[in-house]
């Protein structure tokens, strides 16, 4: 019998853990038991599957002067999400939202396993504001 298909799911605001369970429950759906969810969520995203090794609120910054105090906490939370995903080693990785977050969460998965596909799920700031994804998505998270 074969493994079920590891995703890690990433995401670090509300916004993301919504669309983060929604996300989980449709695969779920469509894979039964052909999936398991590793990764980094809130309340929503548990209750799809994916228990979170740490509270999402911790790391939901809004403001310049808060993100600043915040860095070395945010920063640890990078590290973890990393030792999440060399400890249960997904095959997919989903980062949700969040920036600042997923795109150093996407550095660290880089240089843990470079074949690892990183998908970067849309973000509102997208679709909300019709602004294009930044010029440093592609050459960061993409596969080869």
Known sequence: MSRPLCVMLVAAEAS??????????????????GVRFVGVGGAHMAAAGVQSPFDISEISILGLLEGL?????????????????????????????????????????????????????VGPQVWATGRVAPKSWPTRSTTS
């Open 16 to 33: 993301g853990d919504d669309r983060g369970a929604a996300l989980a429950l449709a695969l779920k759906r469509r894979l039964g038991d």
């Open 69 to 121: 105090m915040a860095y070395p906490r945010i920063m640890k939370r990078v590290a973890d999400t990393a030792a999440l995903a060399a400890r249960e080693k997904p095959d997919v990785a989903v980062l949700i939202d969040s920036w600042g977050f997923t795109l150093r969460v996407a550095d660290r998965l880089r240089k843990l396993d470079p074949k690892l596909p990183l998908i970067k799920y």
